[in-house]
């Protein structure tokens, strides 16, 4: 499965910082739950990424 494949998944996500000074990623889908940590500048680097994607999406939606 790719960036590119669409799946009929319905998931939530919540984001936060964790009493340890982490940024978390905690993602629900169904039974699954997955929570990811990243240290602050990990964080930011992950969201640069997505403000990045999304100018490219604005691109290819034109």
Same mark, same amino acid.
């Given at each position: ?21 982490? $940024?978390?990623? *905690?993602?629900?889908? =169904?039974? $699954?739950? @997955?929570?990811?940590? *990243? ?10 990424? @997505? ?8 691109? $290819?939606? =034109?």
């Amino acid at each position: 499965m790719g960036i590119n494949s669409e799946r009929d998944i319905e998931a939530n996500m919540q984001i936060g910082p964790t009493d340890q000074g982490m $940024v978390r990623l *905690f993602i629900q889908a =169904g039974d $699954v739950e @997955i929570p990811m940590d *990243f240290d602050p500048e990990e964080a930011e680097e992950i969201a640069e990424e @997505i403000r990045a994607a999304a100018q490219a999406a604005r691109i $290819v939606a =034109g």
